[in-house]
């Protein structure tokens, strides 16, 4: 049931509380509460209560609309008054009313509720009870208030489940007691508790952000010595594999991640495009376009079909060292496998076309991504802009500006600058003043960025001398 603080203001809310409260129990005499033993009205001759389907679902609105109350001495007494009433709520609704207080960051109120819930009605915990208290101090990374609730939790008897355990795991992650997080669970594996796979993956993940590769090489080294020692098969999934190769990827070690892919083809683990796209990425970004096209064969002989990822990442790699043609091929095995090029495909192809002096080309290009389904974004006419005014066609990139213009599109720093100092070059100091105007307007830049940039390209404006 949705809370109803969080559809009425406060006021509303506490009036909305006052009127359930007082309709559920008005039905009850008032002597009753103090003769607990009295049967309730609705109760037949043979002291056996008839069910009606609402008086519990009344009783859930009233625990439930306690979700929000400020005082746990106002919720400790409407539990009294349920207890009194010979109403004992179940397990899911005690639960409900601690996990309303756990997740507003009240744990030690939650707690203390807890503590009155056994006494008072005889409430006895479960494993989700404790679940539940341990989910705000796991976000947290409160290890000392998590050691607390697991102590409760082992004087209750509870056992502990993969949820406790993963639970466990993100906490002492969010603590940066990532060792602690490694045994606990080994321990999982150890006890033969069926961890689930986003812990592992979780971890797997803390480690790689925080720069320890090693040791979660090391962990899942371990982690493969105890699945063989206990006959389990706790072992690390696509998900996780591909953790590892984008962490190796980010860290530019494009051998190991090389080492990694081969590794998974000789265990028979079969890698997925997902995967194979991080390790072209990885070698695209510093230019290794030739290992690049190498994993796209092994990708191939695999049997993996390629997606619109795959072939935009080869062509910005290719694109980006200026192997123009390769990219086209590339361009047009994309369409004969059946997928469409998108704004990134053009624009890759775009910029690469101006890299190596081909601006009008890239400005065809342009017309012919404007004739399909794709539409250009601020990204492609920046990047066309760029390249016509390094290229010396202000006359083209005039025009493109009035289109951008019209079209509302930002420009970037580094456009704006290049523009700028091709107009001043020019001697078109008015239209400068004018572009100018439609940064500042338009927000594209902070104005001191705006300013400073006009102020570096007036320097190549070449005044005309006259002749006396």
């Not at 010979?86 to 609704?93: C, E, H, L, Q, V």
């Not at 070690?253 to 390790?279: I, Q, V, W």
């Given at each position: 049931?949705?809370?109803?603080?969080?559809?009425?203001?406060?006021?509303?809310?506490?009036?909305?509380?006052?009127?359930?409260?007082?309709?559920?129990?008005?039905?009850?005499?008032?002597?009753?509460?103090?003769?607990p033993t009295r049967k309730l009205p609705s109760e037949d001759s043979r002291g056996s209560r008839q069910k009606d389907?609402?008086?519990?679902?009344?009783?859930?609105?009233?625990?439930?609309?306690?979700?929000?109350?400020?005082?746990?001495?106002?919720?400790?007494?409407?539990?009294?008054?349920?207890?009194?009433?010979?109403?004992?709520?179940d397990t899911s609704t005690h639960n409900t009313v601690i996990n309303g207080f756990a997740k507003a960051g009240r744990?030690?109120?939650?707690?203390?509720?807890?503590?009155?819930?056994?006494?008072?009605?005889?409430?006895?915990?479960?494993?989700?009870?404790?679940?539940?208290?341990?989910?705000?101090?796991?976000?947290?990374?409160?290890?000392?208030?998590?050691?607390?609730?697991?102590?409760?939790?082992?004087?209750?008897?509870?056992?502990?489940?993969?949820?406790?355990?993963?639970?466990?795991?993100?906490?002492?992650?969010?603590?940066?007691?990532?060792?602690?997080?490694?045994?606990?669970?080994?321990?999982?594996?150890?006890?033969?508790?069926?961890?689930?796979?986003?812990?592992?993956?979780?971890?797997?993940?803390?480690?790689?952000?925080?720069?320890?590769?090693?040791?979660?090489?090391?962990?899942?080294?371990?982690?493969?010595?105890?699945?063989?020692?206990?006959?389990?098969?706790?072992?690390?999934?696509?998900?996780?594999?591909?953790?590892?190769?984008?962490?190796?990827?980010?860290?530019?070690?494009?051998?190991?991640?090389?080492?990694?892919?081969?590794?998974?083809?000789?265990?028979?683990?079969?890698?997925?495009?997902?995967?194979?796209?991080?390790?072209?990425?990885?070698?695209?970004?510093?230019?290794?376009?030739?290992?690049?096209?190498?994993?796209?064969?092994?990708?191939?002989?695999?049997?993996?079909?390629?997606?619109?990822?795959?072939?935009?990442?080869?062509?910005?790699?290719?694109?980006?060292?200026?192997?123009?043609?390769?990219?086209?091929?590339?361009?047009?095995?994309?369409?004969?496998?059946?997928?469409?090029?998108?704004?990134?495909?053009?624009?890759?192809?775009?910029?690469?076309?101006?890299?190596?002096?081909?601006?009008?080309?890239?400005?065809?290009?342009?017309?012919?991504?404007?004739?399909?389904?794709?539409?250009?974004?601020?990204?492609?006419?920046?990047?066309?802009?760029?390249?016509?005014c390094m290229c010396q066609h202000l006359h083209q990139a005039l025009k493109l500006y009035e289109v951008l213009k019209?079209?509302?599109?930002?420009?970037?720093?580094?456009?704006?600058?290049?523009?700028?100092?091709?107009?001043?070059?020019?001697?078109?100091?008015?239209?400068?003043?004018?572009?100018?105007?439609?940064?500042?307007?338009?927000?594209?830049?902070?104005?001191?960025?705006?300013?400073?940039?006009?102020?570096?390209?007036?320097?190549?404006?070449?005044?005309?001398?006259?002749?006396?």
């Amino acid at each position: 049931m949705a809370r109803i603080s969080s559809i009425y203001p406060v006021k509303i809310y506490q009036k909305t509380l006052t009127r359930v409260i007082s309709s559920h129990f008005s039905a009850l005499p008032q002597p009753y509460f103090d003769n607990p033993t009295r049967k309730l009205p609705s109760e037949d001759s043979r002291g056996s209560r008839q069910k009606d389907p609402h008086v519990k679902t009344s009783q859930k609105d009233v625990i439930n609309a306690l979700l929000n109350e400020t005082s746990v001495s106002k919720a400790k007494r409407m539990y009294d008054n349920m207890v009194r009433s010979n109403f004992i709520p179940d397990t899911s609704t005690h639960n409900t009313v601690i996990n309303g207080f756990a997740k507003a960051g009240r744990v030690e109120d939650a707690l203390s509720l807890l503590q009155h819930m056994k006494q008072k009605g005889g409430f006895s915990p479960n494993t989700v009870t404790f679940n539940v208290l341990l989910g705000e101090p796991s976000k947290l990374g409160h290890v000392g208030r998590i050691e607390n609730i697991l102590d409760l939790m082992i004087e209750d008897g509870c056992a502990p489940d993969h949820v406790t355990s993963d639970l466990l795991v993100r906490g002492f992650c969010h603590a940066g007691r990532d060792e602690e997080a490694c045994n606990i669970f080994s321990g999982m594996v150890r006890d033969v508790v069926d961890p689930d796979m986003s812990t592992l993956n979780f971890l797997i993940r803390y480690l790689c952000k925080a720069g320890k590769i090693d040791t979660a090489y090391k962990f899942l080294e371990e982690l493969r010595g105890l699945n063989t020692k206990r006959g389990l098969n706790c072992k690390p999934d696509i998900v996780t594999w591909s953790i590892l190769m984008n962490a190796l990827c980010i860290g530019k070690h494009m051998r190991e991640a090389s080492n990694l892919l081969d590794g998974m083809l000789e265990s028979g683990c079969k890698p997925d495009s997902f995967l194979y796209n991080t390790l072209m990425k990885g070698y695209c970004k510093i230019d290794k376009t030739n290992e690049a096209l190498e994993v796209y064969k092994k990708m191939d002989a695999e049997g993996c079909a390629p997606d619109v990822v795959t072939f935009n990442t080869l062509i910005f790699g290719l694109s980006k060292v200026e192997k123009i043609d390769e990219a086209k091929k590339f361009l047009k095995l994309m369409v004969r496998k059946g997928h469409s090029p998108d704004v990134i495909t053009y624009t890759s192809l775009m910029n690469g076309m101006c890299r190596k002096g081909n601006a009008m080309g890239a400005l065809a290009l342009l017309e012919e991504m404007e004739q399909s389904v794709c539409q250009p974004d601020g990204c492609t006419y920046n990047t066309l802009m760029h390249g016509l005014c390094m290229c010396q066609h202000l006359h083209q990139a005039l025009k493109l500006y009035e289109v951008l213009k019209s079209k509302e599109v930002d420009l970037e720093s580094g456009t704006y600058a290049a523009f700028l100092k091709a107009l001043c070059r020019a001697g078109k100091v008015a239209e400068a003043y004018e572009v100018f105007d439609y940064v500042l307007n338009s927000k594209s830049l902070p104005d001191i960025v705006a300013y400073s940039v006009l102020e570096n390209s007036l320097k190549f404006f070449k005044k005309p001398r006259f002749s006396r």
